[in-house]
């Protein structure tokens, strides 16, 4: 499985961005894909995650403001951020976990920078 994270980059606060995570590989037993990110001296937190049957799930931090979705047609997840905020500011990375015969992997894409100025 590869994952490719995309559309990151630099916005005002209020603004907003789409980011894309497009997965490639073997895309069956798909537990859940999620958004990360990590801000500088900051440990790597979710952001949102969609479940293999579609259940979502958001931090407080982003609730009502951001927007995750998937595109199984074209093997996409997408992240909607609107109002973003300068505490937004963060690498943002896409994973997969996915279930195998030994067991559940997480795959993750490279990271994408987004950077809210105020």
């Known amino acids: 499985v590869q994952l490719q994270a995309s559309g990151g980059g630099l916005v005002q606060a209020g603004g907003s961005l789409r980011l894309s995570c497009a997965a490639s590989?073997?895309?069956?037993?798909?537990?859940?894909m999620g958004w990360y990110r990590q801000a500088p001296g900051k440990q790597r937190e979710l952001v949102a995650l969609i479940t293999g049957g579609g259940t979502t799930n958001y931090a407080d931090s982003v609730k009502g403001r951001f927007t995750i979705s998937r595109d199984n047609a074209k093997n996409t997840m997408y992240l909607q951020m609107n109002s973003l905020k300068s505490e937004d500011t963060a690498v943002y990375y896409c994973?997969?976990?996915?279930?195998?015969?030994?067991?559940?992997?997480?795959?993750w894409g490279q990271g994408t920078q987004v950077t809210v100025s105020s």
């Open positions: 590989g073997n895309m069956f037993s798909i537990n859940y």
């Open positions: 994973k997969m976990n996915r279930g195998t015969s030994f067991g559940a992997f997480d795959y």
